[in-house]
């Protein structure tokens, strides 16, 4: 069928809705139902204290009766739909864009390429993200343009039509192979390894020269997407004033609005950003994703357009967590006192920084674990690679780092003979510990924790 | 254009979409019935779950023209003005939702599975929200709320 | 979706009829689990859908001279409730019960599962191990076959484009066979099939196998035999380490590829694990069963 | 045969960011009828902060958790608030709004204290009145005070107030710092099944002690427990993103990216580890990173105690599982250690 058809008959049919003798057929709106019914409070939590109570989620009643308004649930009159056309290639330069045949489809409004954002790169602290590639492709889920149209199938058909011509370049993907001197720029002429971090704390030669024992051994963690079952979603919308709104799905409106406005060129105070309920987090919904690609094509349009991410477009275009290569390095005593400890990681930071400076600083902070180790070297590197870009998510590297320490630490258990409760509670921080950095730490409580699962679980009993 | 006319949460309504248009896009678009959700279009994750003849289906799988003369029960249709379903109500009183996205599919899940077990078994009700993907909860809050709510049918079904 | 027209068939004839005049650029919608996924990611749309779904006599599971008709449209569900199968062929209902999760099997029906024809298909390692034959509709009339000659590799059956597959048939002799079926996925919920094995069999007094079949899914372009292993067994006495050589056999039988997922030498290693347990367990669910299905 | 193993794992994991600042501001405002309305600049993602901030700012004002709306999410209407990101909320953010409630309560006591006749500092909030401490029979209704500070005083109780973590930079050289304000702690302990023929894991269980400072509200701090686990097992056992040799995704979908569903969730059991830290708000802490930090750990531990096999790289698919089985008999390891139960494997 063809798309102007059917548009047409969209409008035809809508004429139609107005029949009275057609009223059936009018879209149905069912009234949301008016809860709560009952004004009364229950009385338990009329009390305060209101610290510690099982308080209920003012939001969990609309959750479930389905009344929560995701971005994906708002409509705007005159909205139109964008679509993003991703690279498909790790690594090229854009010679050619050719839109014209997409601009013509009827239904479609509006196409966008990198050259009209004002100010093409946004990032948490690199600002090395471009909104839709220009120039060149960094990875394989880059936009390089997009479409506004009256459906999402025209959107999704019209992105078929944009002609692309790529000079490809060769690709890096492995993070240990990009830190080499003569592999391939991700961002020429950066180096590929594009933040670094270092801590060091006593002496590390003479506490392995002290040790009884060293334990050395390599770890290594998978790339892993958040996975909100909200995808990505937004919309933009313009006023007479020159004023722009953006709803989306973003854990950090803040920055949010900082960076829309930035790639915009707008002053901030015109910028307004709404999160509503963010429908899952978990660290990848906080930056801008599309959100100045549909600002700027409701400014071409004279529209509100909507884009969602597909589920696709969710693992290619959104952040990821970061794979690290870990090598630990332990000295023990006879007695399994951690004498000293080395670190080296090295995390594959994909495309661009996003949130991987941080990433690469909680890592590092974290890694030689919750022990009370004298001598400590912790080294950290995040690599440029040209595949899709790891950010924050839940725990920072944290994760990564604590699957590694405490692997090694059973090592270190079972080749010495301890029970693995009984060595980390040898090496546990306490109140007034001192961490890596050389700070005091307080209201520590990691024993607490080690004995208290470990009487609910039943360790000792369940030793034969 | 498919003319579909069919009992939607209770009345009987009709729709004429497109004949590709799945039933998803027609509850959403055509009746402003944004509870269920689409997460992934194909069929995995579960947030777009209602029920056509009191069976449970992916809306996203479905094409609009096949509900036509069935009953399709989405989550709005579940609570009366009266009474909140006693699975929402075991959801918010245990906070079984976090971000809630999942929550209209997983609750339409959970409504199929008592109407058909009122006395289900924990895997059994693993088992029934295994099409229901969840990131935020662990499952774990609403198995919890399922169990009670259960509680609650089967006393009102002796009372 | 890409635009499309729907033609609705009122049952089986009228869907021949339909496609006799459809094909070759019609497509037929059953349990629309695969083929609504594919037209989303389809570059190009059909022309028409023929939507099958209202053909009831496409539906339903009941026992014939034959012997268990299970129609093509039957869903997973239907299979799982039928009171038929839970008490002759357990087995089935334990393949039903792994494919995809509640809403996938309410819609997905036996017949698309087979048609669809992936190499993982979850329905077809316990009726090829049940030697289960299928109805073919066409222009000329119906015709009759064995489910192994149905599959001809990936996607890939014996169907015409105006040809519609009406139901499948557990012959007789076959049905109260000690069947089992064993698959293995990359988690509980939802998996597709790493390797999926079905075995049936039957024990003679001096606790021999009798008529053995093994079919392994997942592992070659369709869902095959293991015809040396079943050679092996086939009057053997029913020893742990007879079952262990017939899944050493078995795996060597499996053409498994390396992807993604897996690599062929771990398949092959979950044949030979699969194999025997599913023989096993075969074993465990025969009492006093002899050839010929009575009890 | 089936091998069950059990394995543990703790951690430590800081609240808010490094060093960078990572200020939330929060306004309070108190309404004539003693209600409050709180403006917020973080985002409900989830996690049920604002359900936490309103406990906290009800905490400070002496009402109930209703009493208190939360509005958020607004650029236009809300002050500056990091976001949700960093485990920072109940910490930072809502620091921020217990200060911001201190402020309009300040503002309460003042205009209550000539009303009851002693001065200012004299006087508590509780269950909704204002009244003097240990002479609790000596009270107004908040509502009663909040409508003669707006309506007769004509001093709105109205507060601002804002928290930024205190840290201190880290040294280019050696890393020596403060880059955090405060840590919380956890150990989680894994029970696991492996099957050494096929590798397949079944965690059956997980025991979790959690430190967040005190629990504002413990039903959420289970919530976030237990769905922290459900991402540490996809971490431990299931999910990769895979890339071609091109460098493109080929599993970028919910069929081939497995993630946990209910069916492959163990039994979690949450403790909450008794707690006060005295920087937080009403000694809170936070929770939401840390609680999937410890899980993959304790996984693979356990596999190590079930099978005697190391899983170097995440994730522990099965395929992995059984190659680390070999390779432990391989090198000449004869008996498969740490298997105090076998237990029957399903075809036996």
């Known amino acids: ?464 | 254009m498919t003319e579909v006319k069919m009992k939607l949460n209770g009345e009987t309504r009709s729709a004429s979409v497109p004949p590709e248009t799945t039933l998803l896009k027609m509850l959403r678009e055509s009746f402003n019935l944004t509870g269920a959700k689409l997460g992934c279009d194909v069929g995995d994750c579960g947030a777009c779950t209602v029920l056509v003849d009191g069976m449970s289906v992916n809306a996203c799988l479905m094409l609009a023209n096949q509900v036509d003369g069935r009953e399709v029960l989405t989550i709005e249709g579940l609570a009366t003005v009266e009474y909140l379903h006693p699975v929402q109500e075991a959801f918010e009183t245990f906070a079984s939702l976090q971000c809630g996205f999942c929550g209209p599919g997983v609750i339409m899940s959970a409504k199929a599975l008592l109407d058909e077990n009122p006395d289900p078994t924990i895997p059994e009700i693993r088992d029934a929200l295994s099409g229901n993907l969840c990131r935020c909860t662990g499952y774990t809050k609403m198995i919890e709320a399922i169990q009670d709510a259960a509680r609650i049918l089967r006393a009102k079904e002796h009372a | 979706m890409r635009g499309f027209k729907v033609v609705e068939a009122r049952d089986a004839n009228h869907a021949v009829a339909l496609l006799a005049e459809l094909a070759p650029s019609v497509k037929v919608l059953a349990g629309g689990t695969d083929l609504l996924v594919d037209f989303k990611h389809a570059p190009h749309a059909p022309e028409v859908v023929l939507d099958i779904t209202r053909a009831e006599d496409l539906k339903g599971v009941s026992m014939t001279d034959a012997g268990l008709r299970i129609g093509a449209l039957a869903t997973h569900t239907d299979i799982m409730r039928s009171p038929l199968v839970r008490e002759s062929l357990p087995a089935l209902v334990d393949a039903a019960h792994t494919i995809g999760a509640v809403q996938t099997r309410n819609l997905g029906t036996l017949g698309g599962n087979l048609v669809t024809c992936v190499p993982s298909m979850d329905s077809g390692p316990t009726l090829v191990a049940l030697e289960a034959r299928v109805t073919v509709a066409g222009p000329g009339g119906r015709r009759e076959l064995p489910l192994t000659e149905f599959f001809v590799g990936p996607r890939k059956t014996v169907l015409k484009p105006d040809e519609l597959l009406v139901d499948i048939i557990i012959p007789k002799k076959n049905v109260g066979k000690p069947t089992d079926f064993l698959k293995f996925g990359l988690r509980k919920g939802q998996a597709l099939a790493l390797v999926n094995v079905a075995s049936s069999l039957w024990v003679d007094p001096k606790k021999t196998f009798v008529e053995p079949r093994i079919a392994l899914g997942a592992v070659a372009p369709t869902v095959i035999r293991a015809p040396e292993a079943e050679a092996y067994l086939e009057g053997k006495k029913i020893t742990p380490e007879a079952m262990s050589e017939a899944g050493r056999i078995a795996a060597g039988e499996a053409r498994p590829i390396s992807d993604f997922r897996a690599s062929a030498q771990y398949r092959r290693d979950l044949i030979a694990v699969l194999t025997r347990r599913t023989l096993e367990n075969a074993c465990a669910r025969v009492q006093d069963v002899r050839p010929g299905g009575s009890k | ?348």
């Open chain 1, 1 to 464: 069928m063809n798309d102007k058809l059917r548009v047409t008959e969209k409008e035809l049919t809508q004429e139609a809705l107005r029949d009275p003798t057609e009223a059936l057929r009018v879209p149905v709106v069912t009234p949301p139902v008016p809860y709560p019914i009952e004004t009364l409070v229950p009385e338990v939590r009329q009390q305060t204290p209101a610290v510690g109570q099982r308080a209920t989620r003012p939001d969990g009643r609309l959750h479930g009766l389905g009344q929560t308004r995701y971005i994906d649930d708002l409509t705007f009159p005159g909205m139109l739909h964008a679509k993003i056309k991703r690279a498909g290639i790790a690594s090229a330069l854009i010679k050619r864009i050719d839109t014209s045949e997409a601009e013509a489809m009827p239904g479609v409004m509006a196409v966008l390429t990198g050259r009209e954002i004002p100010v093409n790169s946004f990032g948490p602290s690199l600002q090395d993200q471009p909104v839709l590639c220009d120039e060149r492709v960094f990875h394989a889920g880059d936009g390089v343009a997009a479409v506004a149209a009256v459906t999402e199938q025209i959107a999704l058909e019209a992105l078929e039509k944009i002609k692309v011509e790529y000079e490809p370049l060769p690709a890096v993907l492995d993070p240990l192979e990009a830190m080499k001197d003569d592999a391939p720029k991700v961002h020429p002429p950066a180096s590929n390894i594009y933040s670094h971090k270092i801590i060091k704390k006593g002496d590390l030669e003479k506490g392995f020269a002290e040790s009884d024992h060293i334990f050395e051994a390599r770890f290594s963690t998978q790339m892993v997407e958040h996975v909100p079952l909200e995808p990505h979603a937004s919309i933009g919308m313009w006023d007479s004033n020159g004023r722009l709104t953006v709803y989306s799905s973003l854990g950090r409106i803040t920055l949010g609005r900082t960076d829309i406005a930035r790639t915009l060129r707008l002053p901030i105070n015109r910028v307004h950003v709404v999160a509503t309920i963010v429908g899952g987090n978990f660290g990848g919904k906080n930056e801008i994703t599309q959100e100045p690609v549909v600002a700027l094509l409701a400014k071409k349009t004279g529209r509100p357009v909507k884009a969602v991410y597909s589920r696709g477009e969710e693992f290619t275009s959104s952040t990821t967590r970061h794979p690290i290569i870990m090598d630990y390095k332990t000295g023990v005593s006879r007695d399994g006192r951690i004498l000293a400890r080395q670190v080296k990681l090295y995390l594959d930071g994909g495309a661009y920084c996003s949130w991987s400076e941080t990433t690469l600083g909680k890592a590092c902070i974290l890694s030689p674990g919750p022990y009370n180790i004298e001598n400590v070297e912790a080294e950290a590197f995040v690599i440029y690679t040209n595949k899709t870009v790891t950010g924050a998510m839940r725990g920072f590297g944290a994760p990564q780092v604590c699957f590694a320490y405490e692997s090694h630490m059973d090592d270190i258990a079972k080749a010495l003979g301890i029970d693995p409760l009984e060595i980390r509670l040898r090496n546990a921080f306490s109140e007034g510990s001192i961490s890596p950095t050389g700070q005091v730490l307080h209201s520590v409580v990691v024993r607490e924790s080690l004995e208290r699962a470990a009487e609910r679980y039943g360790w000792q009993e369940s030793q034969s």
């Open chain 4, 1 to 348: 045969m089936k091998r069950r193993g059990r394995g543990i794992a703790c951690m430590w994991y800081p609240i808010g960011f490094t060093v960078a600042a990572n200020p939330s501001a929060a306004t309070v405002k108190v309404n004539e009828d003693g209600t409050a309305t709180l403006l917020t600049g973080t985002v409900e993602t989830g996690q049920g902060s604002l359900t936490v901030l309103a406990q906290i700012a009800a905490e400070e004002l002496g009402v109930a958790t209703e009493d208190v709306h939360v509005v958020s999410a607004d650029t236009d209407v809300t002050p500056m608030d990091t976001g949700a990101i960093a485990s920072r909320t109940t910490y930072v953010t809502g620091n921020a709004t217990r200060l911001a409630a201190e402020k309009a309560k300040a503002i309460l006591f003042n205009v209550a204290a000539p009303m009851l006749g002693v001065r200012p500092d004299q006087l508590e909030a509780r269950d909704r009145k204002i009244q003097v401490k240990r002479f609790p029979q000596r009270q107004l209704p908040i509502s009663q005070v909040a409508h003669h500070a707006l309506f007769v005083k004509g001093d709105p109780p109205i507060g601002s107030a804002s928290f930024n973590p205190p840290t201190v930079a880290m040294d280019p050289e050696t890393g020596q710092g403060l880059p955090f304000a405060t840590y919380v702690y956890a150990t989680q302990i894994a029970e696991v099944d492996v099957d050494d023929e096929t590798g397949e894991v079944e965690v059956l269980r997980i025991v979790a002690s959690h430190d967040c400072g005190t629990a504002i509200n413990p039903m959420l701090v289970e919530g976030q427990i237990e769905g922290g686990i459900s991402m540490g097992i996809g971490l431990a056992l299931q999910e990769e993103i895979l890339f071609d040799d091109k460098g493109r995704q080929i599993n970028p979908n919910l069929t081939n990216y497995i993630m946990p569903t209910s069916l492959d969730m163990p039994e979690i059991e949450v403790d909450i580890v008794p707690s006060y830290d005295p920087t937080g708000p009403f000694g809170a802490k936070g929770v939401g990173e840390p609680t999937s930090v410890p899980t993959a750990a304790a996984i693979l531990n356990a596999i190590h105690d079930a099978v005697g096999a190391r899983v170097h790289s995440l994730p522990a698919t099965a395929e992995k599982v059984l190659a680390a089985i070999k390779e432990s008999r391989v090198q000449g390891t004869k008996q498969l250690p740490g298997t105090r139960r076998a237990i029957a494997g399903p075809a036996a």
